[in-house]
């Protein structure tokens, strides 16, 4: 089992009831430092949009990427500028509503064009916006096929054979070009990574275009199991920052390069912390239920994401003989199940006798958790608590039913 600061999370469970979500602003800060190699840190937000974690990454100079007029907001909320002197806010998607073109051209928040017409809408509303492009390769690789964000099954980006296309497009509407980008997908396998940079060195040279940037976008993985893979931070920046090289000889000049983490930052910080409620048997299978379903956590139901478990009874870590188990939720849907593999089928996982009572507590939540959560059966979103050493405070509270019904208060 992964360790827990038990008595901590006893206290935290105490206070704030069950379900809720932990992060430790420590292993935030940490991650942080192992990229500073990179000139520009920017953290993809919708793996966790907590406006205090915001705050927390803008301190450590982290900028930040958004993909909504939601998460703009968020973004200026946190203290954010477009202009901010360590790279401000840039918004990244595939396409542009309404609402979210008319902040963006309010704002001039520069916009990472993921579709032709984003271009032409942008282009057509504020002439000489300053934009990035995002290609998609022509290929990707992520932990699950929902995941990959390249190849010619993804929607994602300008397809790298639209490239003149799209700067035919810049021209027309004199955007001002900031740079390329590249998103391959996440959970990347570190093998495509020397693709990945070849394909981008090959773009710059390809476009003819002066940039000021390169983002190598974010996708670095975690190693969600026990002895599972840890990236070297040192060996990726290494590669990316030799491709960067090749681009400066090429144009003659500097060349900003950005990464675009969301993952990497957040998810070893958190934690769901829920309370066992029930316990049956069915045939060879031992289900302990607990109160978080797939509404809080939706990783493992909707790509079998593994997330390693620990029990804790009365502020201690549980450990002893261990039984396969089945950890599933209150929700009424037979996938609410949080150890399952991709495509449903349940997976006992060994783990020690749970008792009612007992917190079960998922390891490595931060990253598309709380991000990730919906109101399905009526669950209101649950707190959100930052820890910081010996000390915690809450930085979301408990949604009330009375918020839940308010929207439907209508006439
Ligand atoms: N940049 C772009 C353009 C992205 O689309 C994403 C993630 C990221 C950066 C950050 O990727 P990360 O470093 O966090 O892997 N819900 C899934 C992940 C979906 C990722 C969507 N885009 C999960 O729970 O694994």
């Known amino acids: 089992m992964k360790p827990v600061n038990a008595p901590q999370i006893a206290a935290i469970a105490n206070e704030f009831g069950t379900p809720c979500w932990l992060y430790d602003a420590a292993v935030i800060r940490e991650r942080i430092s192992q990229l500073k190699q990179f000139d520009v840190i920017r953290f993809a937000q919708k793996s966790c949009s907590n406006t205090h974690i915001l705050r927390l990454m803008r301190e450590q100079g982290v900028a930040v990427d958004s993909v909504s007029l939601g998460e703009l907001e968020r973004a200026l909320a946190a203290g954010y500028s477009v202009d901010d002197a360590h790279g401000g806010i840039v918004l990244t998607t595939d396409l542009l509503d309404r609402a979210t073109l008319a902040r963006a051209v309010e704002l001039k ?96 040279k390809r476009a003819g275009r002066d940039i000021e940037a390169i983002s190598a976008g974010g996708g670095l993985s975690i190693p969600y199991r ?49 309370e066992v409620r029930a316990k049956k048997d069915a045939g060879a299978n031992h289900f302990v239920l607990v109160d978080a379903g797939f509404n809080d956590l939706m990783r493992p139901a909707m790509y079998g994401s593994h997330h390693e478990v620990s029990l804790v009874r009365d502020g201690q870590a549980v450990e002893g003989a261990t039984r396969p188990t089945v950890i599933a939720g209150p929700l009424c849907e037979s996938g609410d199940v949080f150890t399952q593999l991709e495509g449903g089928t349940v997976a006992p996982r060994e783990l020690p006798t749970a008792e009612i009572g007992d917190l079960a507590v998922f390891h490595d939540t931060g990253a598309y958790g709380a991000a990730m959560s919906s109101n399905y059966n009526s669950r209101p979103l649950i ?18 039913i009375e918020e839940l019904l308010a929207l439907e208060n209508i006439g």
């Not at 810049?170 to 940079?197: A, P, T």
């Open 383 to 400: 707190p959100e608590v930052l820890v910081d050493g010996d000390t915690f405070k809450l930085i979301r509270r408990r949604q009330t």
């Open 226 to 274: 026990i002895g599972g893979e840890r990236i070297d931070t040192a060996h990726y920046f290494g590669l990316w920052d030799a491709a960067r090289k090749e681009i400066e000889a090429h144009l003659g000049h500097k060349v900003t390069l950005e990464i675009e983490p969301g993952r990497f930052l957040v998810a070893e910080s958190g934690k769901l912390v829920s």
């Open 109 to 204: 928040v520069p916009v990472n064009a993921g579709s032709p017409q984003m271009l032409e809408q942008l282009g057509q509303a504020s002439p000489g916006h300053r934009v990035w492009l995002r290609i998609n390769p022509g290929f990707g690789h992520g932990h699950s096929q929902k995941t990959n964000t390249g190849g010619e099954h993804s929607k994602h980006g300008i397809w790298h054979e639209h490239l003149d296309e799209a700067l035919a497009l810049i021209d027309r509407y004199q955007l001002k070009l900031v740079g390329l980008h590249m998103h391959i997908g996440s959970g990347v396998d570190y093998s495509h990574l020397q693709e990945v940079c070849a394909a981008m060195v090959a773009l710059v």
